[in-house]
């Protein structure tokens, strides 16, 4: 069964700094493209950042670009995102993703198909 | 970027009713759209992949179709554990995989 399972969420003051871990068994982890994607209390779904399979590419929403920063180590099947001067919008629920590609007509069509269940963060004083 | 939109932004059915929820993309996503359900305290589940292929394990009562910029899902007859909120998602214009804003299906 894979399991994708958040963790280092809490409560920081704006301007603070936190530490997001995603830690994923029952799948090949190494084989994995791997996306954060939050969501605001009440609201929907926000794509936050991307990291490839080697770490090699990496790509982030406007709105985190510049304090935020995904990595990832294979050999200790996790996923990472650093992040710094948080304001008062980045509080939310953050979720963890494998992105995979499904065959389709001969093409293939990427889709997140695991999910972590997600670490509520907050920022406020 | 792409936005992508959703119609409408709620409802309200009943057990039984046909469902329909529409998406639109700012500009052409051919066949890269993807539909998600999201029951609350829950994470979001694949549904609908390639805008029209059911992920395995989903009832079949679920049917996506469109392509380009317009999109629909239909649930055929609502069941009471098909209360949740639909999203849509682009998997076109990768690695930035836009979602609509969700559709919230609620009891009538």
């Known amino acids: 069964e894979v399991q994708l399972v958040e963790s280092g969420g809490g409560l920081v003051q704006p301007g603070g700094s936190l530490r997001l871990s995603c830690t994923a068994s029952?799948?090949?982890?190494?084989?994995?493209?791997m996306n954060w994607v939050r969501q605001p209390p009440g609201r929907g779904l926000e794509w936050v950042s991307y990291?490839?399979?080697?770490?090699?590419?990496?790509d982030y929403a406007d709105s985190v670009k510049g304090r935020f920063t995904i990595s990832r180590d294979n050999g200790k099947n996790s996923l990472y995102l650093d992040m710094n001067s948080l304001r008062a919008e980045d509080s939310a629920v953050y979720f963890c993703?494998?992105?995979?590609?499904?065959?389709?007509?001969?093409?293939?069509?990427?889709?997140?198909?695991?999910w972590g269940q997600g670490t509520l963060v907050t920022v406020s004083s | 970027d792409v936005q992508m939109t959703q119609s409408p932004s709620s409802l309200s059915a009943s057990v039984g009713d046909r469902v329909t929820i529409s998406c639109r993309a700012s500009?052409?996503?051919?066949?890269?759209l993807n539909w998600y359900q999201q029951k609350p305290g829950k994470a979001p589940k694949l549904l609908i992949y390639?805008?029209?292929s059911l992920q395995s394990g989903v009832p079949s009562r679920f049917s996506g179709s469109g392509s380009g910029t317009d999109f629909t899902l239909t649930i055929s007859s609502l069941q009471p554990e098909d209360f949740a909120t639909y999203y849509c998602?682009?998997?076109?214009?990768?690695?930035?995989?836009?979602f609509g804003p969700g559709t919230k299906v609620d009891i009538k």
């Open positions: 993703a494998t992105a995979a590609s499904y065959f389709y007509d001969m093409n293939g069509y990427p889709t997140f198909d695991n």
């Open positions: 029952g799948l090949t982890f190494r084989t994995y493209d």
């Open positions: 990291i490839s399979t080697s770490g090699s590419t990496t």
């Open positions: 500009q052409s996503v051919r066949s890269f």
């Open positions: 390639a805008a029209s």
């Open positions: 998602q682009q998997s076109f214009s990768i690695p930035r995989y836009t």
